[in-house]
């Protein structure tokens, strides 16, 4: 009788500590819009490759300085290649990149910024087709003075590039 108890005890314990993750776990950014204009056009892939013979997708990309000084890209979502022939969804909610999370923002952050994004190799797309790489850059995210709350808002766009695979 006790060894059932503990277990149901147990598995109580767990369903709580996946709950109290879920509902107060880690925060994620989201996109919003407010006073994100005059850097808003410009925010951009800059550049896409494989890395020859490797699954590895090499993305550069750039948010311009806006009105509240340097920008940095600071979150990826909604992040896909495709074409006729290969699909892949690297993200489909966004994550905080370029060394920052929640209340951090790194003092070594780039712009551009290069990622590099393995995946698995049968999907790499064949030499000489061309592919579309969709992207939401996420930049200037309120981080509330070290408050962590579960939504961080950012200035956010959502980008297209299509590029040419040579390798």
């Known amino acids: 009788m006790n060894q059932k108890r503990f277990i149901i005890l147990l598995t109580l314990l767990i369903f709580f500590l996946i709950h109290v993750d879920k509902t107060h776990g880690s925060c994620y950014p989201i996109g919003v819009r407010k006073d994100c204009d005059k850097e808003w056009d410009s925010a951009k892939i800059i550049d896409a490759s494989w890395v020859p013979g490797a699954p590895i997708l090499n993305i550069t990309t750039y948010v311009p300085d806006g009105g509240n000084g340097p920008n940095y890209p600071e979150a990826f979502g ?16 966004p994550i905080f990149v370029n060394d920052h999370h929640c209340t951090y923002t790194s003092p070594d ?3 551009p910024y290069v ?27 309120n981080r509330f003075d070290g408050h962590i709350p579960k939504k961080v808002q950012c200035c956010h766009k959502n980008v ?8």
């Open 115 to 141: 990622s590099y994004w393995p995946h698995d190799g049968s999907l790499r797309p064949a030499p000489g087709t061309w592919v579309g790489i969709w992207l939401a850059i996420y930049w200037r995210c």
């Open 160 to 167: 297209f590039k299509n590029i040419y695979v040579n390798q």
């Open 78 to 93: 909604h992040f896909t290649f495709g074409n006729d022939q290969v699909k892949h969804r690297f993200l489909k909610k």
């Open 109 to 111: 952050e780039k712009n």
